[in-house]
């Protein structure tokens, strides 16, 4: 039997903030997420802050299915082996009994364990895991990185947003006279995230543009409406193109960031932060909007409604 989730009718949940790596100081560990954290425990909703642990199953990630977590916020962080079979299987599970996840990554291989999360790894394109047709460099800055790598500006900069019509609920907002979020941090090198054709229940919330190249890229795609194997749904997800939408460095400069991240940083957002205030409202968005998923899940089960699903992506293998 599994725990019940918490998500409550006025959208408060209880959310895992994790990363994909140990506690290494000078590297994308936890404490690196901690404004996310923050601007979610303001939203009302619980947050528990960790990394990955030293044993081969992570100890929370292997049994998210069976604990009292609504929503999985997994940054990405590391460079191809931060998920086990253990723990992708707890939460491919998590996801069956109506968890909302949401994952991060970044540019080349950097959070390419996604790939083994079923419909959510087929949204992400790394270097050498699931790429990018037609893929080439977009960063020229960097000669260590590679594609994918879109250059959406500088670490400390905003990049402007487009979306198609209706637009997604994760971009609305009351404090622009478009009604959307506008604008979302920037960052040198951004991953690649899609929504596949034969994904019906995939959607691209937003996209950027490279100062580059000039060509058009995913910000991040959402997945509603997705079934398993026996016809009962899913949690929702969002796979988002670059952890740094949420790190502590892309929404204040000052706080620092690993030693080996070498490009100058832009002092845009801290002159005018008015445009990361409207784009917290995406923070609170997913939040609401995974959890509202989680809840009606929940309901539906205690209710009656649907069965004990099995995933068709965990069949798939």
């Not at 999360?117 to 590679?146: K, V, W």
């Not at 000052?254 to 490009?263: I, L, M, N, R, W």
């Amino acid at each position: 039997m599994h725990p019940p989730l918490l998500g409550h009718a006025d959208g408060v949940t209880n959310i895992l903030l994790q990363t994909t790596i140990v506690d290494v100081p000078d590297d994308w560990n936890v404490g690196r997420f901690s404004l996310l954290a923050d601007e979610l425990a303001r939203a009302g909703h619980e947050v528990t802050a960790r990394n990955r642990d030293e044993a081969i199953d992570d100890s929370v990630l292997s049994v998210l299915h069976t604990l009292d977590y609504d929503q999985l916020w997994l940054m990405a962080v590391d460079t191809g082996h931060g998920l086990s079979p253990g723990d992708a299987a707890g939460i491919m599970r998590f996801r069956e009994r109506g968890g909302g996840v949401l994952t991060a990554r970044d540019h080349q291989d950097l959070g390419s364990c996604l790939t083994c999360l079923g419909s959510i790894g087929q949204l992400n394109h790394f270097h050498n895991q699931n790429p990018e047709p037609h893929a080439r460099r977009d960063d020229q800055d960097n000669p260590n990185i590679s594609w994918p790598n879109y250059h959406s500006g500088a670490n400390g900069e905003y990049q402007p947003v487009t979306a198609d019509e209706p637009v997604h609920e994760l971009l609305r907002t009351d404090r622009t006279p478009s009604g959307r979020i506008e604008w979302f941090p920037a960052h040198p090198h951004e991953g690649a995230v899609s929504a596949p054709r034969e994904y019906d229940f995939a959607q691209v919330v937003g996209r950027g543009r490279s100062t580059v190249s000039g060509r058009t890229f995913n910000l991040a795609v959402a997945l509603d409406g997705e079934t398993m194997a026996d016809g009962g749904p899913a949690g929702r997800a969002v796979a988002c193109s670059t952890f740094h939408h949420f790190a502590d460095m892309n929404w204040d400069i000052d706080a620092g960031a690993p030693s080996f991240v070498t490009e100058a940083p832009s002092d845009e957002m801290k002159r005018d932060p008015s445009r990361l205030d409207v784009f917290k409202d995406y923070v609170r968005n997913i939040a609401r909007w995974l959890g509202a998923r989680a809840e009606h899940n929940a309901n539906a089960r205690e209710n009656g409604d649907v069965r004990a699903p099995r995933s068709a992506a965990l069949a798939e293998g």
